[in-house]
Nanobody
């Protein structure tokens, strides 16, 4: 059984930083790409960052240079370091694993999702 558990969310002021963690069980993070997504009320789920099995990273334009995705294969963990946070980064953040049909790892199409961790950025 595959489980993804996110942690590290919280409330911060604009300009602050947070580091999100995703603990994965039942699946090897280095098997294929892993992704971080976010969704705020009334908006579609948005791909934020992804990392391939060869550690190649991709980012949404809105977070390039501000967010960094990484993975620890030994611990089967994926991380999202978020710096210079803005109020518009406020959302529920989700970790995702395994794309049975391949495709762009910044788009939905992952089979396994965590429950999410809330990030709130105040101005």
């Amino acid at each position: 059984q595959v489980q993804l558990v996110e942690s590290g969310g919280g409330s911060v002021q604009a300009g602050g930083s947070l580091r999100l963690s995703c603990a994965v069980s039942g699946y090897t993070v280095a098997r294929y790409c892993m992704g971080w997504f976010r969704q705020s009320p009334g908006k579609e789920r948005e791909g934020v960052a992804s990392i391939s099995s060869s550690a190649r990273t991709s980012y949404a334009d809105s977070v390039k240079g501000l967010f960094t995705i990484s993975q620890d294969s030994a611990r089967n963990m994926v991380y999202l370091q978020m710096n210079s946070l803005k109020p518009e980064d406020t959302a529920m953040y989700y970790c995702a694993a395994y794309r049975p049909y391949g495709g762009n790892c910044l788009t939905p199409g992952f089979r396994y999702w965590g429950q999410g961790t809330q990030v709130t950025v105040s101005s």
